[in-house]
């Protein structure tokens, strides 16, 4: 028999995500039923959506349910296949969640090649954060050359990408990300113009000097003060992308502060969530595919080792610590 | 020699808009040069947009310059005529301001048919306010027969023809206005499906009851708390068209305390000035005349008489005092 280690939702956090939320399990795999496959997980996908799920509020999903298996994308093998569809050693990206094994008859999966893409990038660039990316930029900021385009959290894995996408359109591009290090990659790796350190810097005195013209086009994964810094900055007719709000996902009140700023720069905010876009997913995904087979899209990851890792590096995330694409390397 | 009234901006407000922030003045007119025309304004629009005018802080157009005209949409009579394109006689709007005559070598002014429009409409529901109705709601708002319509300022020159227009097109249309006669108005004059009175209902209580399968569209005059009010009834993918924020003109503090319901929501919120949007104005002004003329469309005017009224019939208009589209009529 083998055994296979899942991490269930304990309960939900009250505040900041703590390691007691989550629970170690470890159960016997059942013999396969006729018409499923196994996929051994290589990789878990650690992303900040996950936080909303914790709680029971309103949010634009169901909540996780309690004592079950954290939700999460993953890649993997299959190594079992009782499925005409599938055979063993076929590599899958699917939403098995924080377990090493999943059991599946395969709707909902999707075979990936990984020929020329490293199979962890289907999680990252070459995934949900990467189409995440590619629709809010293309679709709701839509920027033309010579425009400035500023995105939060911009050594991250949907920062990262809009970024890179945006200069090669031919605008000027401003990152925000926290620390140095950071910033440095933002800069001198993933080749933005600027990159501010929010943790070092005045905000709003360093998006005037980044942004000289002003700011046309803001993808926004904080919420916030970056997002009320950004707003006095706006030219008219910018647009916001509103793709995340991380500095708000334990409860914090975070309010905007010059909402009649929407209408003295006839400003276009719009929210959105990427797997409500399915349309879009085959051209972007061909368009992040190639550029990441042959080297022209950049980006970093950030590996935990282990599942049993999971929780702590999901906390980390929340908080800023990964560098890149947070993973769990699970093999 | 003729006199021509005018009021001129005198001081600007801290605050509120006071009296003394007007000045009436008297002054000749000269003879009319070639290619003049003189008109005899029958008609001054006041329209909240003044009040941001008025100040001196960054807005989307230049300040109202002290010790002259202050800025308004007029619609008149040709009383003398050296350009060979007006006779006496002639209907026009223009942007003559607050007083009696205007004069002008006639660019910027639109010749006007009274035979089946009255002239004054040209300045509410056929102009620059039917046109802001119009465009915020197909152009942002873009509604779909069965769905839920909110409009603040109901009984205003906008908000009426806004619900007026939603009606038309197969929706649920729920009014915001200030008062028990405004609301009865709005119901059993215009058609709306509900109205409710911000000034004696709990506005949250309110909007849950009179639009109990959510929100899908929000064509806001007035920001602040009915703005946030109506975020948490909001349904998913509901667009907010954001034409005004009155309750903040005296520069009170306007937050919105919810802004992740942009993206819980995937709200979009767009704000708009119809004058930079000149390429609708030529088919809305078609529509609206049509309605108008046909007795489709339903507005209401207060009228303030004599110029000298202005400053007060202005300062009612940004307390809600006026019922329609507030008038000066001038003759």
Same mark, same amino acid.
């Given at each position: =028999?083998?055994?296979?280690?899942?991490?269930?939702?304990?309960?939900?956090?009250?505040?900041?995500?703590?390691?007691?939320? $989550?629970?170690?399990?470890?159960?016997?795999?059942?013999?396969?039923?006729?018409?499923?496959?196994?996929?051994?997980?290589?990789?878990?996908?650690?992303?900040?959506?996950?936080?909303?799920?914790?709680?029971?509020?309103?949010?634009?999903?169901?909540?996780?349910?309690?004592?079950?298996?954290?939700?999460?994308?993953?890649?993997?093998?299959?190594?079992?296949?009782?499925?005409?569809?599938?055979?063993?050693?076929?590599?899958?990206?699917? =939403?098995? #969640?924080?377990?090493?094994?999943?059991?599946?008859?395969? *709707?909902?999966?999707?075979?990936?090649?990984?020929?020329?893409?490293?199979?962890? %990038?289907?999680?990252?660039?070459?995934?949900? *954060?990467?189409?995440?990316?590619?629709?809010?930029?293309?679709?709701?900021?839509?920027? /033309? *050359?010579?425009?400035?385009?500023?995105?939060?959290?911009?050594?991250?894995?949907?920062?990262?990408?809009?970024?890179?996408?945006?200069?090669?359109?031919?605008?000027?591009?401003?990152?925000?990300?926290?620390?140095?290090?950071?910033?440095? $990659?933002?800069?001198?790796?993933?080749?933005?113009? %600027?990159?501010?350190?929010?943790?070092?810097?005045?905000?709003?005195?360093?998006?005037?000097?980044?942004?000289?013209?002003?700011?046309?086009?803001?993808?926004?994964?904080? #919420?916030?003060?970056?997002?009320?810094?950004?707003?006095?900055?706006?030219?008219? $007719?910018?647009?916001?992308?509103?793709?995340?709000?991380?500095?708000?996902?334990?409860?914090?009140?975070?309010?905007?502060?010059? *909402?009649?700023?929407?209408?003295?720069?006839?400003?276009?905010?719009?929210?959105?969530?990427?797997?409500?876009?399915?349309?879009?997913?085959?051209?972007?995904?061909?368009?992040?595919?190639?550029?990441?087979?042959? #080297?022209?899209?950049?980006?970093?990851?950030?590996?935990?080792?282990?599942?049993?890792?999971?929780?702590?590096?999901?906390?980390?995330?929340? /908080?800023?610590?990964?560098?890149? /694409?947070?993973?769990?390397?699970?093999?």
């Amino acid at each position: =028999m083998t055994i296979n280690k899942q991490i269930l939702l304990a309960s939900r956090p009250t505040g900041a995500v703590t390691p007691e939320n $989550f629970r170690l399990v470890e159960t016997e795999l059942p013999p396969l039923a006729e018409g499923e496959i196994r996929v051994r997980n290589h990789y878990l996908s650690l992303d900040p959506y996950m936080r909303g799920r914790m709680n029971d509020g309103k949010s634009y999903t169901a909540p996780q349910p309690l004592n079950e298996v954290m939700i999460g994308g993953t890649v993997g093998e299959v190594v079992e296949s009782r499925s005409e569809k599938y055979k063993q050693g076929d590599h899958v990206a699917a =939403m098995f #969640g924080w377990q090493e094994y999943g059991t599946s008859t395969a *709707p909902g999966l999707q075979k990936i090649d990984t020929t020329h893409i490293p199979i962890s %990038a289907y999680l990252g660039v070459v995934g949900m *954060p990467g189409v995440t990316a590619w629709y809010g930029l293309n679709k709701i900021i839509a920027p /033309k *050359p010579g425009e400035t385009i500023v995105v939060s959290a911009a050594s991250g894995a949907v920062g990262a990408t809009v970024g890179q996408l945006a200069k090669q359109q031919g605008c000027r591009v401003v990152g925000i990300a926290g620390g140095a290090e950071k910033c440095s $990659f933002v800069e001198h790796e993933l080749g933005f113009d %600027a990159c501010i350190d929010y943790k070092s810097a005045d905000l709003a005195t360093a998006l005037r000097d980044a942004a000289p013209t002003g700011i046309d086009g803001y993808f926004d994964n904080v #919420g916030g003060e970056t997002l009320n810094a950004v707003m006095l900055h706006a030219n008219p $007719f910018a647009r916001f992308a509103i793709c995340g709000a991380i500095a708000g996902y334990n409860g914090e009140p975070l309010v905007m502060k010059n *909402p009649t700023l929407i209408l003295i720069s006839r400003l276009k905010l719009e929210g959105f969530i990427v797997s409500e876009h399915m349309d879009i997913w085959p051209e972007a995904l061909r368009d992040l595919g190639t550029q990441v087979a042959t #080297g022209k899209l950049k980006y970093r990851e950030s590996l935990a080792q282990g599942l049993a890792a999971a929780p702590e590096a999901f906390i980390g995330l929340l /908080k800023g610590r990964n560098f890149g /694409k947070q993973l769990v390397k699970l093999i």
